[in-house]
């Protein structure tokens, strides 16, 4: 598995096995350069929703790259999420963002609370 520092090495050893620009994947992925660069220097670390259209782009399995991201692990003896556990979260997420400006502030909290935990992991 890559270590989480290495995600952005994977997506740029990716990218460059299809001999593609930063731009070609930010066209294919619709996400921004800035963002893709940042990811593939270490700066960022993706959200499910961005590696999902990064592996779209990319043409290979979402479970591939989430795995490689560390999203699905094995922690002792339980399996960890799967990617429906994944897909559901990422649809409870973009109803939150379709509520009130205060209730998605709120949102966004429990979101990096969320990120923090899973970071603990």
């Known amino acids: 598995m890559v270590k989480e520092s290495d995600i952005g090495r ?3 050893r990716l990218r460059n096995e299809r001999f593609w620009t930063l731009q070609k994947l930010g066209d294919q992925s ?3 350069l800035s963002h893709l660069g940042r990811i593939e220097r270490g700066e960022r ?6 590696l999902r259209k990064i592996a779209a782009a990319l043409e290979i399995e979402e479970e591939e790259l989430f795995r490689e991201a560390g999203y699905l692990t094995k922690r002792g003896p339980k399996e960890g999420l799967g990617l ?10 973009a109803e939150f963002q379709n509520a009130t400006t205060e209730f998605q502030r709120a949102a966004n909290k429990f979101g ?5 935990i899973a970071k603990s992991y």
């Open 10 to 12: 994977l997506i740029r």
């Open 30 to 32: 619709k996400v921004s």
């Open 45 to 50: 670390r993706p959200f499910a929703d961005i």
């Open 84 to 93: 429906d556990d994944l897909k559901e979260f990422a649809q409870a997420f």
């Open 112 to 116: 990096g609370v969320l990120e923090k």
